[in-house]
């Protein structure tokens, strides 16, 4: 069965410090797909990015970076230069398109609080 | 602002009474999900609808039901509620349904039962 696993329960930094979260997963599929969400304070869940299991180019938007490695099942999520703004719970999702169709498993979340 | 609309924003209710959550996907998106976000479960998946009908089914107690009507919006109804059911429900639509799809989520229902 498909899982995923953020490690990271909480994590807390100092502003303009760089912080990495690990997300791990398990599938049997050969065509999945991983998502990063962000929830902050105010609750909503927020789509980051979609990466599939046939693209392994790292990804680069501003100061967020995703690393992806088929070869640990990780795709771990960086945040340069964090921000207050920052703070909010990361969720990591899986997708298969062939055992379980388009839901989403999602990680239990990290935690990040970036502190001024 | 996801597109992805979601009524009531809170609710309270009373164990024993059933309630009715209403999403509507943004516009063009075909497919429907609904999960739930509790404490000790986490994010988990209940239910998804394509273009009207059932497309898979997760961890969605049998007192709970959704449908996904003609004009595309959905309803979920939970009844004879417990405390254990007070949660955060997001519905989330997507294109069409496929794995490869973003998910877009709206801002949730936070259901207190008392």
């Known amino acids: 069965a498909q899982k995923v696993t953020q490690a990271q329960t909480e994590i807390s930094v100092v502003e303009k410090e760089d912080v990495t979260l690990d997300c791990v997963y398990e599938?049997?599929?050969?065509?999945?797909?991983l998502f990063w969400y962000k929830q902050p304070p105010s609750g909503e869940l927020v789509f980051l990015i979609r990466?599939?299991?046939?693209?392994?180019q790292n990804e680069i938007s501003g100061r967020y970076s995703w690393n992806f490695q088929k070869s640990t099942s990780s795709f771990n999520f960086t945040i340069t230069a964090s921000q207050v703004v920052d703070s909010a719970v990361y969720f990591c999702?899986?997708?298969?398109?062939?055992?379980?169709?388009?839901?989403?498993?999602f990680g239990e979340g990290t935690q990040l609080t970036v502190n001024p | 602002d996801s597109g992805v609309t979601q009524t009531p924003k809170h609710l309270i209710t009373a164990t024993g009474q059933r309630v009715t959550l209403r999403c509507s996907p943004r516009?063009?998106?075909?497919?429907v999900y609904w999960y739930q976000q509790s404490l000790d479960q986490g994010l988990q998946f209940l239910i998804q609808?394509?273009?009207?009908?059932?497309?898979a089914k997760g961890n969605i107690l049998e007192r709970f039901s959704a449908q996904q009507f003609p004009d595309l919006h959905s309803e979920l109804n939970l009844s004879s509620l417990e405390l254990g059911d007070s949660a955060l429900y997001f519905c989330?639509?997507?294109?069409?349904?496929?794995?490869?799809?973003?998910?877009?989520f709206g801002p949730g229902t936070r259901l207190t039962v008392t």
């Open positions: 609808y394509y273009n009207g009908e059932e497309r």
């Open positions: 516009s063009g998106d075909l497919s």
């Open positions: 989330a639509s997507s294109a069409s349904g496929r794995g490869v799809d973003e998910q877009y």
């Open positions: 599938t049997r599929d050969t065509t999945y797909y």
């Open positions: 990466r599939n299991s046939f693209d392994e």
């Open positions: 999702a899986l997708s298969e398109e062939e055992t379980s169709g388009s839901r989403l498993t």
